[in-house]
């Protein structure tokens, strides 16, 4: 079985009827994108920068962050490097950065939140990420976007530090695409409203499973509650690819949920455009979907949609699908 998914590494994603989709990889550091290119990533759909700010005992400059990110850019060869400005706050904690205690750490002062009020480190991370956008094929995200207000504030800043760059003469490229990840449930809801001004959506299920469904995704004690075949928040992807879609946009995953042999036939049946995953689950990705037809998928999978249960949703992908 091995042998046969190894035949696959330098192959396209194709379904069984001819319909490609993108198969990238997370990652947490330039080391991993090794990993990425021997299992056949055709990309990068989440690099999350947190790493660079954990385990030292002050904030990393620009010019560590600009040569980590040009170096994975570089190893990428012009394939595209979505990278996802700081996610920290909640779980991930900063010993250098000390705040206060809070009673909801996930409901609280995270994320794009904590970037848009801590500017000076934000603006050094977008200088640094501008910088290197000369050196391949950057895509920039936004993290926890609840509000279109935080997105056009966030996309204003990038501009601003943008123009600064360019007055001094450094290169950046000018098809830097700015997106934001979905998940936080009003930004699905709203997916419609932000789609006319991102250039892409990334949906990022582990959040905002526990978000819909009110089950913290760290406590064992609800973890029955943490359901990623919920018709809710399949009715929530589906909303979010079909805004993007509408407007001309693409909307890709970096939630587990996206390498997930289950949820592979949904997700392509309602037109993700781009699964991100662990280096490890690209080939058996790429494997499954070379085995099914997005016509057949697109045309029976909506009933999801309309399934009472996240059991009955998974039971009915197993037998019909897998
Ligand atoms: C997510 O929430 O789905 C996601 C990819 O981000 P993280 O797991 O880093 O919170
Ligand atoms: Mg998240």
Redesign the pocket.
């Known amino acids: 079985h091995k042998a046969e998914l190894a035949k696959l590494v330098d192959k396209p994603t194709v379904t069984e009827d001819g319909c490609r989709v993108e198969l990238v990889a997370?990652i947490g550091t330039p080391e991993d994108v090794e990993g990425v290119l021997q299992n056949g990533g055709e990309g990068v759909g989440?690099y999350?920068t947190?790493f660079l700010y954990m385990g030292r005992d002050q904030l990393p400059t620009e010019e560590e962050q600009f040569a980590a990110y040009k170096k994975v850019l570089e190893r990428m060869e012009g394939k595209p490097v979505v990278v996802?400005t700081l996610?920290i706050g909640?779980?991930?904690k900063l010993p250098y950065l000390t705040l206060p205690e809070e009673m909801n750490p996930f409901l609280g002062f995270r994320?794009i939140r904590l970037c848009l009020e801590m500017q000076d480190m934000f603006r050094t991370q977008l200088r640094a990420l501008l910088r290197a956008s000369a050196y391949g094929n950057l895509k920039i995200m936004f993290?926890?976007i609840a509000t279109l207000e935080e997105f056009r504030q966030a996309k204003a800043i990038l501009l601003e530090e943008k123009e600064k760059l360019q007055q001094e003469g450094a290169a950046v490229s000018s098809n830097v695409e700015v997106g934001m990840?979905v998940?936080i449930p009003s930004s699905a809801v709203m997916a419609d409203t932000f789609a006319k001004e991102v250039d892409f959506f990334?949906?990022?299920?582990?959040?905002?499973?526990?978000y819909t469904l009110a089950a913290d995704?760290m406590n064992e004690r609800v973890s029955y509650l943490y359901q990623p075949y919920n018709p809710a928040i399949l009715r929530l992807i589906k909303t979010v690819i079909d805004a993007a879609h509408k407007e001309g946009k693409w909307a890709g995953?970096?939630?587990?949920?996206a390498g997930t042999e289950g949820a592979i036939p949904i997700l392509l049946g309602l037109g993700l455009d781009e699964f991100?995953m662990s280096a490890s689950s690209i080939l058996p990705a790429r494997s499954i979907i070379s085995r099914l037809s997005k016509k057949e998928l697109s045309e029976s999978i909506e009933q999801v949609l309309y399934m009472d249960t996240a059991e009955e949703v998974e039971n009915f992908v197993k037998t019909r699908f897998l």
Do not use: V, Y
């Open positions: 997370n989440l999350r947190e996802r996610d909640g779980d991930k994320a993290p926890m990840m998940e990334s949906i990022g299920t582990n959040d905002l499973i526990q995704r995953m970096c939630g587990e949920m991100s």
